[in-house]
């Protein structure tokens, strides 16, 4: 994560579980050319055109947009913090349409504010995306998907919805509607407790209705984790924590545990997004929700986030990340420990890059392990059917039966997201209980 220069915001401790780490690899498609988008209200046909128009290098000219907007409050201009971050103070205006008024968090892509939308009278949500040009092209290619999952989802309930955007001093701002926390946010504040599984179920069938919704667009999220999934209310209840120590007292803060007073939640981040494509072989996906195939190099489509959803319902039942790992090699020992062995037909495929794991026709375990210290991380882990058992009363055969499907090594025989919505999991019977 990116240090923050701005004063008014005190850095906070990075959270000391390992699991949130920079890719390996970063990498999207080439920007579209052409798209219709939205500058300050008016349309926009071309991306390239309106590019040359900015000149990003020259942070001595003004823009004419910016002296519209200086009649308005506009604040002075500063320079870009060394990681290209938008340098900002509470109550200032971005544009003279939107009125900062907090900081709600930060990513490798920029800085997420919450603002007053002086036109719609409402609170928003205004990503301020890094000016680098790989962030800017990557900002551009999440537009264009924003208006294409706009267009199909008239309802807005599957996808967090966008409601403007426009470019700002060189760095691309995308105004969504304002949403309650991520679900990453809302386990950490829990001291990463569980939810109750009547909870997982209804966010995995939203989960799973929304990437069916995207599949069939022939879009690939590739980055499906916890943090880019959002609650779609900040409203929660306190509930005696059972699964705490008997002797604790109620008076204890620590005997109740928080759980969402709305099961509704939006899926958010769309700037790793991809139209299905072969040879799909660069990395994608945060490391503890990377399927198999993109570490072994095989090629990736859809299934990959597949592979994530499964992983994320297993952190929901848990608490934890269930691979918690940031090398490829312990990471394809952790997966074996909780799912059985790789087959040799999958470990075959893998390319040259990967071919290091591999060793006599099986995964080079734990004689390649790094340390120790690795080789123990794997050995703790438990199976699958004993993890979920240990978290879930009710339904624990139907999820394993689910997850087992949705973590399939061989991408070609993972259950579809529609194929999932239709498992037993799911059904009426399982609701009743």
Same mark, same amino acid.
């Given at each position: 994560?990116?240090?923050?220069?701005?004063?008014?915001?005190?850095?906070?401790?990075?959270?000391?579980? +390992?699991?949130?780490r !920079?890719?390996?690899?970063?990498?999207?498609?080439?920007?579209p050319?052409?798209?219709?988008?939205?500058f300050?209200?008016?349309? &926009?046909?071309n991306?390239?055109s309106?590019?040359?128009?900015?000149?990003?290098s020259?942070?001595?000219t003004?823009?004419?947009?910016d002296?519209?907007?200086?009649?308005n409050?506009s604040?002075? %201009?500063r320079?870009?913090?060394?990681?290209?971050?938008?340098?900002?103070?509470l109550g200032e205006?971005?544009t003279s349409?939107?009125?900062?008024?907090?900081?709600?968090?930060?990513?490798?892509?920029?800085?997420?504010?919450?603002?007053?939308?002086?036109?719609?009278?409402?609170m928003v949500a @205004?990503?301020?995306?890094?000016?680098?040009?790989?962030?800017?092209?990557?900002?551009m290619?999440e537009?264009?998907?924003?208006?294409?999952?706009?267009?199909?989802?008239?309802?807005?309930?599957?996808?967090v919805?966008?409601?403007n %955007?426009?470019?700002?001093?060189?760095?691309?701002?995308?105004?969504?509607?304002?949403?309650?926390?991520?679900?990453?946010?809302f386990?950490?504040?829990?001291?990463?407790?569980?939810f109750?599984?009547?909870?997982v179920r209804?966010?995995?069938?939203q989960?799973?209705?929304? #990437?069916a919704?995207m599949?069939?667009?022939?879009?690939i999220?590739?980055?499906?984790? +916890? $943090?880019n @999934?959002?609650?779609?209310?900040?409203?929660?209840?306190k509930?005696?924590?059972?699964?705490?120590n008997?002797?604790r007292?109620?008076?204890?803060?620590?005997?109740?545990?928080?759980?969402?007073?709305?099961?509704?939640?939006?899926? @958010?981040?769309?700037?790793?997004?991809?139209?299905?494509?072969?040879?799909q072989?660069?990395?994608?996906?945060t490391r503890?929700?990377?399927?198999p195939?993109v570490?072994?190099?095989?090629? %990736?489509?859809? +299934?990959?986030?597949?592979?994530? @959803?499964?992983?994320?319902?297993?952190?929901?039942?848990?608490?934890? !990340?269930?691979?918690?790992?940031h090398e490829?090699?312990?990471?394809l020992?952790m997966?074996?420990?909780?799912?059985g062995?790789?087959p040799?037909?999958?470990?075959?495929?893998?390319?040259?890059h990967? $071919?290091?794991y591999?060793?006599?026709?099986?995964?080079d375990?734990?004689?390649?392990?790094?340390?120790r210290?690795?080789?123990?991380? #794997?050995q703790? &882990?438990p199976?699958?059917?004993?993890?979920?058992?240990q978290?879930?009363?009710?339904? !624990?055969?139907?999820l394993?039966?689910?997850?087992?499907?949705l973590?399939?090594?061989?991408?070609?025989?993972? &259950?579809?997201?529609?194929?999932?919505?239709?498992?037993?999991?799911?059904?009426?019977?399982n609701?009743?209980?």
């Amino acid at each position: 994560m990116e240090t923050e220069r701005v004063t008014e915001f005190p850095f906070t401790h990075l959270d000391r579980r +390992p699991r949130k780490r !920079a890719r390996l690899g970063w990498d999207v498609p080439q920007a579209p050319k052409a798209q219709v988008g939205m500058f300050c209200g008016q349309e &926009l046909g071309n991306v390239t055109s309106f590019a040359s128009l900015m000149a990003p290098s020259d942070h001595t000219t003004i823009s004419l947009f910016d002296k519209e907007v200086a009649r308005n409050g506009s604040p002075p %201009w500063r320079e870009d913090d060394k990681d290209g971050h938008y340098m900002f103070s509470l109550g200032e205006n971005l544009t003279s349409r939107y009125k900062i008024q907090s900081k709600m968090g930060e990513g490798t892509f920029g800085q997420v504010l919450e603002c007053w939308d002086r036109e719609k009278k409402e609170m928003v949500a @205004i990503k301020i995306v890094r000016g680098v040009k790989k962030y800017r092209e990557a900002a551009m290619i999440e537009i264009e998907v924003l208006q294409q999952l706009g267009k199909h989802d008239k309802g807005g309930n599957r996808c967090v919805q966008l409601r403007n %955007w426009f470019d700002y001093r060189n760095h691309i701002c995308i105004v969504f509607e304002k949403l309650g926390p991520s679900l990453y946010d809302f386990l950490k504040k829990n001291n990463y407790r569980s939810f109750p599984i009547d909870l997982v179920r209804e966010i995995g069938r939203q989960l799973l209705e929304c #990437v069916a919704f995207m599949h069939d667009l022939r879009l690939i999220h590739t980055d499906l984790k +916890p $943090e880019n @999934i959002l609650l779609v209310s900040h409203d929660y209840i306190k509930v005696p924590d059972y699964n705490k120590n008997s002797s604790r007292s109620p008076k204890d803060s620590s005997y109740f545990k928080r759980i969402p007073k709305s099961s509704a939640i939006k899926v @958010i981040d769309f700037g790793s997004t991809t139209y299905e494509r072969q040879d799909q072989n660069y990395i994608v996906s945060t490391r503890h929700y990377r399927a198999p195939e993109v570490i072994l190099g095989m090629g %990736w489509t859809y +299934p990959c986030d597949v592979w994530s @959803i499964g992983c994320i319902l297993v952190e929901l039942c848990t608490g934890e !990340a269930l691979f918690q790992t940031h090398e490829n090699l312990e990471h394809l020992a952790m997966m074996e420990r909780v799912l059985g062995p790789l087959p040799q037909h999958v470990l075959k495929r893998a390319d040259r890059h990967a $071919e290091k794991y591999v060793r006599r026709g099986r995964l080079d375990w734990p004689e390649g392990a790094a340390s120790r210290e690795s080789i123990r991380a #794997v050995q703790k &882990l438990p199976r699958l059917q004993n993890l979920v058992m240990q978290h879930v009363d009710h339904s !624990a055969g139907d999820l394993i039966h689910l997850l087992q499907g949705l973590l399939r090594y061989d991408p070609s025989d993972r &259950l579809s997201a529609r194929e999932a919505l239709r498992h037993s999991f799911f059904t009426k019977d399982n609701l009743r209980r």
